[in-house]
């Protein structure tokens, strides 16, 4: 009995040592549909990586770089360099939203959805104009992948929607993102 009573007395004066603080106790956790975005950050986090280190490869590529953009080669199109360097450009852009959107929704911070909201559509129009000069490239317009990635702008399109009037009007993320 001495020693429950010894670990009952440890352990709550462990957790009465740190006292709350006034944002513990008016934040909300995160939770609901919060929750998803947090999943989502990180599957993008992920994808945008992977984009990001597959447009800096024909970059680092000397071989790749000169058979696609050196005229008279059998892969040369002069748009070639313009797309390849945009998709560098954007890519690292967008690897960089993502990472900064990841620190200011988990520290809950007030700045996480104007930055959503400010970023998801120039996200948005980057990859539009992406698509618009690769889609200047025959071997790219002619591609299943290019018909696809025309599709899945439809989709970011509606999405972008439903996600900047949610980071807007949400009684949940005006809660939650307080500091």
Do not use: C
Not at 20 to 26: A, E, F, G, I, V
Not at 30 to 41: C, D, R, T
Not at 161 to 177: D, E, G, N
Request: hydrophobic share 50%.
């Amino acid at each position: 009995m001495q020693r429950e009573s010894s670990r009952l007395v440890s352990s709550n004066d462990a957790i009465s040592s740190a006292p709350p603080t006034l944002s513990d106790s008016l934040t909300p956790r995160i939770g609901g549909i919060l929750i998803l975005i947090a999943i989502g950050l990180f599957l993008s986090l992920i994808q945008n990586l992977g984009h990001f280190t597959g447009s800096i490869a024909p970059l680092l590529r000397r071989a790749v770089w000169r058979r696609l953009t050196t005229p008279g080669s059998p892969a040369y199109h002069p748009y070639w360099k313009s797309v390849l360097l945009f998709e560098a450009v954007t890519s690292a852009v967008i690897l960089l939203a993502n990472a900064i959107a990841i620190v200011l929704f988990f520290r809950k911070e007030r700045a996480f959805p104007k930055l959503i909201v400010i970023a998801i559509p120039i996200i948005f129009i980057l990859i539009v104009i992406g698509h618009y000069i690769s889609g200047l490239i025959p071997v790219i317009s002619e591609s299943e992948a290019y018909a696809r990635e025309g599709r899945l702008l439809i989709l970011r399109f509606v999405a972008l929607h439903v996600w900047i009037p949610y980071f807007l009007l949400s009684k949940r993320v005006k809660k939650t993102f307080v500091r």
